[in-house]
């Protein structure tokens, strides 16, 4: 009975104790900060780029401003011609992030001849001023995990510490009914 007892209460004590404790490996990897699709491009000769800045509508925007980062480093600073095209000269394959107008694309760029067959020629950056709402929100967390997770969690926690409490309670006064029982005189 007491060994039953100690194990109960150690159930509950890690039962509270992994409400309390962050839960990391529940929750799902952070959001990153422009979370896009990436899309390979094969670069031409020379490690040159070429792509497109387009409107909402398809039409390419004469004179945009296109920026081609890769991490914090600006590596090519063009700017369209009438029909909304551009080239970069002297790229080399990597992760690079193209701003063009009010639009922007994540691409891997892929040196001559090593790119995969899916691969596009050109880099195509749609410019909309179309703003859509709530898009990338991010909840806050609580010790890694979303609001909502830490409350399911925190439940399923207290739903067992009440039934682990509850059995201990029915035991103990089961066991307060039978001792009674014996002690009356028939």
Not at 158 to 164: D, G, L, M, P
Request: proline share 4%; glycine share 12%.
């Amino acid at each position: 009975m007491r060994v039953l007892r100690i194990i109960q209460r150690a159930a509950v004590g890690l039962a509270c104790l992994g409400v309390i404790v962050p839960q990391a490996q529940l929750s799902a990897a952070a959001p990153r900060d422009h979370d896009q699709a990436v899309v390979d491009v094969a670069l031409g000769p020379g490690g040159t780029l070429i792509g497109q800045v387009v409107d909402d509508q398809g039409i390419g925007i004469d004179g945009a401003a296109v920026s081609i980062r890769q991490g914090d480093q600006e590596a090519a600073r063009v700017v369209t011609n009438k029909n909304g095209w551009y080239q970069a000269d002297n790229l080399r394959g990597g992760f690079y992030q193209v701003v063009g107008g009010q639009g922007a694309g994540l691409f891997r760029l892929w040196a001559a001849n090593t790119a995969p067959p899916s691969a596009q020629t050109g880099a195509l950056v749609v410019s909309s001023t179309n703003t859509v709402r709530a898009q990338g929100l991010q909840m806050p967390s609580i010790g890694g995990v979303d609001p909502i997770t830490f409350l399911i969690i925190a439940g399923v926690t207290t739903s067992t510490v009440f039934s682990v409490l509850a059995y201990d309670e029915s035991k103990d006064t089961k066991d307060l009914v039978i001792l009674h029982h014996d002690s009356v005189d028939p």
